[in-house]
């Protein structure tokens, strides 16, 4: 595996924005935390982080849909065009944010969890204090889970970067690495944090579903079973029906999400700028492809998914996403939903040739989904129809350009042949800055 050192300016210098319960201004990186009051504030600005642009409030879910064949790009950036074509250059405008803005959120959480033993503030209670650590370390978990999916293997910092001397030395670790120490981190986190029910925040509840899709990424199907069973046995969780009611009339945290990221007048993502069209004051940068209009509007394959598109009116006839339509821009980031828990464990039982009960989840799915039940009989048969479900039920979401990678399918489905392009280039900007010391991904 070759090495890299991470870049001095993606993590330095950069601001903790507060997560908008309350809206506050902002928190640097190098903000003592000294009192209950600075850590409160340090927590939230690391949710902050992830709820970004350039992390789930648009682009690194955009690096997920964009290079499959769900979504195509329709609109004038070329350098969108890349991933449509599956042709990504390291100088791509897209990759240096997501890079960066994913190990800003990193560092937040490492200062985190390096303050959180160290105040002695009386108003910080023993149950406040594990919380915040056990948040902390799921986030660290969430995103060197999101940075392995786009680059592999990554140089895990897990120590504060305060000045240009900080964690230059460190080197990239192999993927099987970089998942033990997501595992890790989550295990962690599942010691201090509780187990209720909180769809904004980590909880035990929480990494039960980080850890099943972790687990199901590492092929550790009996694992991926476990913890996706954790999710599905409890009441707090259920897919509403029909497919749109998680997402449609402006509602937010239903009981279809784990772990979702609301947005506020205050606090907006650009998602539905992107996917809706001019007629609706959108730039409809992207749009579902053919295949998947098809398929959604399919009453066979679709059923009632298909209210995740829409059609503007003649004579443009343009498809676009409707999933992200708000105004103001406020749609959600769904990032773990409970679907996705059904799926992963249909997935996991089919690999463990427990065919009967993986097609009683699939069908939980498929039913929530207006279709008919699955008429899959052997292993092979549940796993493809388990493939095409995640495609269509995950349509407009950052999973199936990784679902094609992690299953080695992406040369047959999309014939990608040259696997280096399995994994993102690392952004140009990063090998410029990095004197020598941090190289190229194969390929590129």
């Known amino acids: 595996m070759k090495k890299l050192i991470i870049p001095l300016f993606i993590i330095l210098f950069s601001g903790c924005e507060i997560l908008d319960l309350e809206p506050e201004s902002q928190i640097s990186d190098k903000l003592a935390i000294t009192d209950a009051s600075s850590l409160e504030t340090a927590v939230l600005g690391t949710y902050s982080m992830l709820h970004d642009n350039d992390y789930y409030g648009l682009t690194f879910q955009s690096l997920g ?24 250059r390291p100088d791509n405008s897209q990759l240096t944010p997501v890079f960066t803005g994913i190990y800003r959120t990193i560092n937040c959480a490492n200062q985190v969890i390096c303050a959180v033993s160290t105040i002695t503030d009386p108003q910080l ?37 305060l000045s240009s001397l900080d964690n230059i030395t460190i080197t990239r670790s192999s993927l099987q690495e970089t998942r033990m120490q997501i595992l890790n981190d989550l295990n962690t986190a599942d010691t201090l944090l509780p187990e209720t029910t909180n769809r904004n925040r980590a909880t035990s509840k929480t990494v039960y579903a980080l850890k099943a899709r972790l687990y199901l990424y590492m092929e550790d199907w009996t694992n991926a079973e476990i913890f ?5 046995t409890d009441d707090n969780y259920e897919l509403v029906a029909p497919y749109n009611s998680f997402f ?29 069209p001019p007629a609706n004051s959108g730039r409809r940068e992207w749009a579902p492809t053919d295949p998947l209009v098809l398929l959604l509007n ?6 009632n998914r298909s209210t995740m598109i829409a059609q503007t009116a003649p004579p443009g006839n343009l498809w676009y996403g409707n999933m992200y339509y708000r105004n103001p821009r406020t749609d959600p980031a769904f990032v773990i939903r409970i679907a996705e828990m059904y799926l992963i464990r249909a997935e996991a039982r089919a690999q463990l040739n427990m065919v009967t009960e993986g097609l009683e989840d699939l069908n939980a799915v498929r039913t929530r989904a207006g279709l008919e039940l699955s008429t899959a009989v052997t292993q092979a048969e549940l796993l493809l129809a388990v493939e095409q479900e995640r495609r269509l039920e995950f349509a407009l979401e950052p999973h199936r350009w ?20 399995w994994v993102m280039p690392i952004p140009i900007s ?7 010391y941090l190289e190229q991904n194969p390929g590129y």
């Not at 769900?70 to 969108?80: E, H, I, P």
């Not at 969430?142 to 140089?155: A, K, M, P, T, Y």
């Not at 990063?430 to 020598?436: H, L, M, R, T």
Request: no cysteine.
């Open 430 to 436: 990063e090998i410029q800055a990095s004197d020598g």
């Open 228 to 232: 996706a069973t954790k999710l599905i």
């Open 402 to 421: 990784f679902d094609l990678v992690r299953t080695g399918r992406l040369d047959d489905v999309m014939g990608v042949t040259d696997q280096n392009k």
């Open 125 to 161: 209670s023993n149950m406040l204090r594990k919380q915040y650590k056990g948040e902390a370390y799921f986030i660290r978990a969430l995103s060197f889970f999101d940075l392995s999916r786009l680059w592999g293997g990554v140089q895990l910092v897990t120590s504060p970067t």
């Open 248 to 276: 449609a009339n402006n509602v937010k945290n239903t009981k279809e999400s784990v772990f979702e990221l609301t947005y506020s007048a205050t606090d907006q993502n650009d998602h539905s700028m992107w996917w809706q």
């Open 298 to 303: 399919d009453q066979e394959t679709g059923g």
């Open 65 to 88: 849909y964009l290079p499959g064949d769900n979504v195509k790009w329709t609109g004038s950036f070329d350098f969108l065009g890349q991933f449509d074509a599956n042709d990504i």
